[in-house]
C-alpha cells in the first residue's frame, strides 16, 4: 500500500505530525518536491524537531527518500543533519538516500532571489529568499546543477561556467567565483557522494515487493505554481500528481491519498484569503494555536474555515481520506463558521477562481454553528468528543464530500484519533 500527505490549505497545516504518526507504519518515508523552504515540526514527548529537508519519517526510526523533485540546498542538508545528531538522530547512508539527479541550490541562488524581491518592491512575493524559486528556473532552462555532475570535474567546471555567463547581468561572474564555487561543492562531494543513489530505482523495486512507502508533501495544494494562488505560490508543483515525476515512481495502484487539513485557515505571507479574520477572531485563533512559521518565523494570517478552497484540493488531489489538525485550537469559541461560497460580483463561486482581478471583491457566505466549549485537546477517540465537536467535523465532512477518517488534537503522536481505525 502506498500513501501521500498533501496540505489541502496554503501549508502549515500539521503534515509534519501527521507523517511522523503514520511513518510508524511504513518502511520509507520519500519527500517529492519543494527545497529548505518547506518547514515541519514534530514533537515527540518532552523533545522538538524542526525539519526543512530530511523526511520526517527518519523520526520514527525510518529509512527517508529525498526525491529529484526536490531541489537541494546541500550545505542547509548538512546543518540539518548536524542539528538532529545533537539531539540524538543518527542519520547516514543505511537510512537517507538522495536522487542522484536532484538539482541543487547554489549561493548564487539565494542572492538572486533576494535581487528578484528587491525589484519587486511593493509587489513582493515574500519569497524566503532561500533560492528555491531561481534554482527551478535554473531546472527548467536546463542550467542547473545536479548531484551526479559533482563526481566529474570537467562537466561540473563547465556548468558553472555557463551558470555564472547567464547571470552576468545581475551577479559578479569571474573566475575567482566559479573556482570558489567549484571547490565548495567538491568538498562537499565528498559528504554528499554517499547518500547519492537512483532512488526511482529503489522506490519502484520496493513497491513491486509490497513494502508501504509514504510521500510527504510540503508546503500546501493553493501554493502549487499551477493552481495556486498565482503569483503568490511556491516554485514546484505542490499536488499529488507530482509524486511521479518528483520520484520516478510508477505504480499508480493501492494509493491512499491523504488530505491534511486544519480546523481552521492560516496562510503566511502576500495573497488572497477570503476568510481572513483581520479582527480579535484572527488574533486569537493565532495566539491559541501558535501560528508562526516553522522556516520564516512570520507571523500566519488567520481565518474561519474554508470548504470551497478545501472541496477544491480534494478534486484537485484526488485526496481519499482528510485528516484534521488543531481541533483543540477551537476549543473557547462560542460559534464557529465555515465558508461553503463565495459571492463576486453578485455571482456565485464553489472554488477559488484564479483571476487576480476577482480576488479583491470575493465575500465569503458563511454556515454559522455553536461552540462546544469544553477541551477536546489531547482526546484520542471519537466517542469522547463532545457532542458539538462531532457536529462540526460531521458538517465538514458534507460541505467537503469527502471522509473526515483522522483527528488530531494536540501535538503529540498519542493526541490523535484514528476515527475509523485506517490501520
Not at 235 to 245: F, P, W
Request: aromatic fraction near 8%; proline fraction near 3%; glycine fraction near 8%.
Amino acid at each position: 500500500m502506498f500513501y501521500t500527505i498533501i496540505g489541502t490549505q496554503w501549508g502549515d497545516e500539521g503534515k509534519g505530525k501527521i507523517v511522523d504518526w503514520l511513518s510508524s507504519k511504513v518502511d520509507v518515508v520519500v519527500r517529492f518536491q519543494g527545497g529548505n523552504n518547506a518547514g515541519h515540526t514534530i514533537k515527540v514527548k518532552d523533545k522538538t524537531y524542526k525539519l526543512n529537508l530530511i523526511p520526517s519519517g527518519l523520526i520514527n526510526n525510518k529509512k527517508g527518500i529525498i526525491g529529484n523533485g526536490v531541489v537541494l540546498d546541500p550545505w542547509s542538508l548538512i546543518k540539518e543533519i548536524q542539528n538532529l545528531s545533537l539531539q540524538g538522530i543518527n542519520i547516514d547512508e543505511k537510512n537517507l538516500m538522495i536522487a542522484e539527479n536532484i538539482c541543487l541550490i547554489l549561493p548564487i541562488h539565494k542572492k538572486l532571489d533576494e535581487i528578484y524581491e528587491y525589484q519587486r518592491g511593493s509587489s513582493s512575493l515574500g519569497t524566503t529568499k532561500k533560492g528555491i524559486g531561481p534554482a527551478y528556473e535554473d531546472k527548467i532552462g536546463r542550467r542547473s546543477i545536479r548531484l551526479c555532475d559533482l563526481s566529474n570535474d570537467e562537466i561540473l567546471k563547465n556548468k558553472i561556467k555557463n551558470l555564472y555567463k547567464f547571470h552576468e547581468n545581475r551577479i559578479d561572474n569571474n573566475k575567482k567565483n566559479q573556482n570558489e564555487i567549484f571547490n565548495e561543492l567538491k568538498k562537499i562531494n565528498n559528504f554528499l557522494s554517499k547518500y547519492s543513489s537512483p532512488t526511482w530505482q529503489v522506490l519502484n523495486d520496493m513497491g513491486r515487493n509490497n513494502k508501504k512507502i509514504l510521500f510527504e508533501g510540503a508546503q500546501g495544494s493553493f501554493l502549487d505554481i499551477d493552481f495556486g494562488t498565482y503569483p503568490y505560490v511556491t516554485s514546484s508543483n505542490t499536488l499529488s500528481g507530482q509524486i511521479h515525476t518528483g520520484t520516478g515512481f510508477g505504480i499508480k495502484k493501492n494509493h491512499e491519498i491523504f488530505g491534511i487539513t486544519k480546523a481552521y485557515t492560516t496562510r503566511v505571507g502576500q495573497g488572497v484569503f477570503p476568510t481572513e479574520q483581520k479582527n480579535t477572531i484572527g488574533e486569537k485563533l493565532g495566539k491559541i494555536g501558535n501560528e508562526f512559521g516553522v522556516v520564516t518565523k512570520r507571523k500566519r494570517r488567520c481565518g474561519w474555515f474554508d470548504a470551497n478552497l478545501v472541496r477544491q484540493s480534494v478534486s484537485l488531489n484526488g485526496i481519499t481520506s482528510i485528516v484534521l489538525t488543531k481541533l483543540d485550537v477551537l476549543d473557547s469559541f462560542d460559534e464557529i463558521k465555515i465558508c461553503n461560497n463565495y459571492i463576486i460580483d453578485n455571482k456565485n463561486y464553489n472554488y477559488l477562481p484564479p483571476h487576480e482581478n476577482l480576488h479583491s471583491n470575493i465575500k465569503p457566505e458563511y454556515i454559522t454553528l455553536p461552540g462546544w466549549k469544553q477541551s477536546t485537546f489531547g482526546i484520542n477517540k471519537w466517542d469522547q468528543l463532545p457532542k458539538l465537536a462531532k457536529d462540526y467535523i460531521n458538517r465538514i465532512e458534507n460541505l467537503i464530500n469527502c471522509k473526515i477518517q483522522i483527528i488530531s488534537t494536540g501535538p503529540e503522536r498519542s493526541e490523535t484519533i484514528n476515527k475509523k481505525k485506517l490501520f
